[in-house]
C-alpha cells in the first residue's frame, strides 16, 4: 500500500517507528560506512512483514526481537523482513539490523538526494527521499520518531547532527554523541562531517556555529542576527521548539541551504560576509517552526513547510529596517500574476513541489490572511498553530480549521481560493497592517528556493 503518492516507494503503511539508535563507524578517506540501528516501532496493522527503505547499502545481519525465525531479503530499495508469526494492530516490535556500504546519494526527480561526499568530509542531504542512503528507515515524512545517534570517525575531524552530547578519542578516532528528544520525520536527521571549529553563542536558547577556520570572519558578519532572528520569530510563532540551534557551514559551495531538525546547512557560496543571502538564514531558522517541529503528513501540502519559511523572511525583512511583508507581498504577486495559473496550492503534484511558486503563493496566502484578520488574530492564528500541533504532523485541512476555529467559516473561502484554486486571487484591499509592536531590544537572490 503506498503511504504517500508523491514519494509511492517509500516507506511501509503497516508499521510506526518510534524510536531509532544509530551507531555508526566511518572513514573519511575511503567513504566507507560501517552502521547498526536499533528501531522501536509498533504495527499500525496486521503483519507478517516489516519493509524498511534502504539505498546502496548492503545488509549483513537481522535480528527481530523474540523472533529466532525470521527471515530477510534485500532489493535496491527495500529490506524485507519475514516474522514467523504475525504482529496483530498496536503489537510493539524491535529490530536491530546490520549494514556496510559507500554512501552515497540516490538519484530522484528532485535530483541526487542523501549522504554525499564533499572535497574533505560529508553531508546528508535528505529531503525528500535522501535518509535510506544511510540508515535503513520508514521513509515517510509522517512517521516521526525519536533518536539517539552515535558517531565514529577520524580524530582530525568534526561531527555534527545537532550540539553534541558528549565525544570522546581513542587510538586516532573520536566518538560524537548526539540525540533527538523531539519526534523527528527521517529526511530531518542529518550528519555533517568536516575539518570544522564549533563555536557556541551564549544565547537562550543556545546557538552552535559549525564551520571551517578559513570562513571565520565571513561567518560572523552573516550570522551575527540569528539571535535577534530567533527573538522576531519567538515573537511571532511562539517559543523556539527545539533545546539548541546549529548552523553548519561547509567548506564546499552548495546548490541551496537546507534545513534539518535543530539545523542549518550553508554552502560557503551563501556566507559571503556582506549578508548578501540574509534571507536564506531567516528561511532555514523559520523551518525549525515550520516543517521540522510542526511537519506535513504528505509531501502535497509542502507549502505549510515552504510558504511559512518564505513569510518567515519578509517578517525578518519588516522587523530589521527592509521593505515591509506588504511590499514583499505586493512585487510577488506582481510576478507570479505574469506566470502560468496552473499550480494548485494544496496539492502542486511531485514535480512541482519545490516550485518556486509553491514558497511565494504559499506566503501570499498568510499575507491575505494578516491583511482580512489583522495583526492581532493572524499571529495569535500562528503561535496556536505552533502551540497545538507541535511534534506533529498536519496538512491544509487542519491549517483551514483552526483559521475557521479562530475567525470564522467566512475565513474558510478565502483560504480555499489560495489553496484549492489555480487562479491567482487578488490580496485583499486595505493596504499594510499595522506594523507589530517592537522588541525589546532594537534590530539592528538565488535562481532556486531554499529549502
Known amino acids: 500500500m503506498t503511504v504517500d503518492p508523491y514519494t509511492p516507494q517509500s516507506g511501509d503503511a503497516a508499521i510506526a517507528v518510534e524510536h531509532y539508535d544509530l551507531r555508526l563507524d566511518y572513514r573519511v578517506s575511503t567513504n566507507r560506512l560501517q552502521g547498526t540501528v536499533v528501531l522501536d516501532g509498533r504495527a499500525l496493522a496486521a503483519t507478517r512483514t516489516v519493509s524498511l527503505d ?6 549483513g545481519k537481522v535480528r527481530v526481537d523474540g523472533d529466532r525465525k525470521a ?11 519475514t516474522l514467523s508469526a504475525e504482529l496483530a494492530s498496536g503489537d510493539a516490535f524491535r529490530l536491530e539490523v546490520a549494514y556496510s556500504g559507500s554512501p552515497h546519494p540516490r538519484r530522484t526527480r528532485w535530483g541526487a538526494l542523501g549522504w554525499e561526499e564533499l572535497t574533505d568530509g560529508a553531508i546528508v542531504a535528505s529531503q525528500p527521499t535522501g535518509a535510506p542512503t544511510w540508515f535503513p528507515c520508514n521513509d515517510v515524512a509522517r512517521d516521526r520518531a525519536t533518536y539517539a545517534i552515535e558517531v565514529t570517525t577520524e580524530a582530525d575531524y568534526t561531527v555534527s547532527a545537532g550540539p553534541a552530547l558528549r565525544r570522546s578519542t581513542r587510538g586516532g578516532r573520536t566518538t560524537w554523541s548526539f540525540a533527538h528528544p523531539e519526534p523527528t520525520s527521517t529526511y530531518l536527521v542529518a550528519l555533517q562531517i568536516g575539518r570544522y571549529v564549533i563555536e557556541r553563542v551564549a544565547t537562550a536558547p543556545p546557538v552552535d556555529l559549525v564551520y571551517p577556520r578559513a570562513l571565520e570572519a565571513r561567518v560572523h558578519a552573516d550570522l551575527a542576527d540569528v539571535p535577534r532572528m530567533m527573538a522576531v520569530f519567538e515573537e511571532a510563532f511562539g517559543p523556539y ?14 546548490e541551496i541551504p537546507l534545513e534539518a531538525q535543530g539545523m542549518g546547512v550553508f554552502g560557503a557560496n551563501h556566507i559571503d560576509g556582506a549578508g548578501s543571502l540574509e534571507r536564506l538564514v531567516a528561511h532555514e531558522l523559520a523551518h525549525q517552526w515550520f516543517g521540522n517541529s510542526v511537519g506535513v503528513s504528505l509531501w502535497r501540502h509542502i507549502w505549510l513547510n515552504e510558504g511559512f519559511a518564505c513569510y518567515a523572511e519578509w517578517l525578518w525583512s519588516e522587523r530589521s529596517g527592509g521593505a515591509s511583508a506588504h511590499q514583499k507581498a505586493l512585487a510577488h504577486h506582481a510576478r507570479l500574476a505574469s506566470l502560468p495559473q496552473d499550480l494548485l496550492l494544496a496539492d502542486p503534484g511531485p514535480d512541482d513541489m519545490f516550485d518556486d511558486r509553491v514558497y511565494k503563493r504559499g506566503a501570499l496566502t498568510l499575507q491575505a490572511l494578516r491583511l482580512t484578520l489583522g495583526d492581532g488574530p493572524f499571529f495569535m492564528l500562528l503561535r496556536e498553530w505552533m502551540s497545538r500541533h507541535r511534534g506533529r504532523s498536519v496538512g491544509a485541512d487542519d491549517f483551514v480549521a483552526l483559521a475557521e476555529e479562530i475567525a470564522g467559516p467566512e475565513v474558510g473561502t478565502l483560504l480555499h481560493a489560495w489553496l484549492f484554486e489555480t487562479t491567482l486571487p487578488e490580496l485583499p484591499a486595505g493596504g499594510a497592517p499595522g506594523e507589530p509592536a517592537p ?9 532556486r528556493s531554499p529549502r
Open 71 to 81: 527471515t530477510f531479503r534485500q532489493s535496491d530499495r527495500k529490506l524485507r523482513i
Open 241 to 254: 521548539p527545539h533545546p539548541a540551534y546549529t548552523v553548519v557551514v561547509t567548506a564546499d559551495d552548495l
Open 54 to 59: 534502504v539505498v546502496g547499502l548492503r545488509v
Open 439 to 447: 522588541l525589546t531590544a532594537p534590530l539592528s537572490t538565488t535562481p
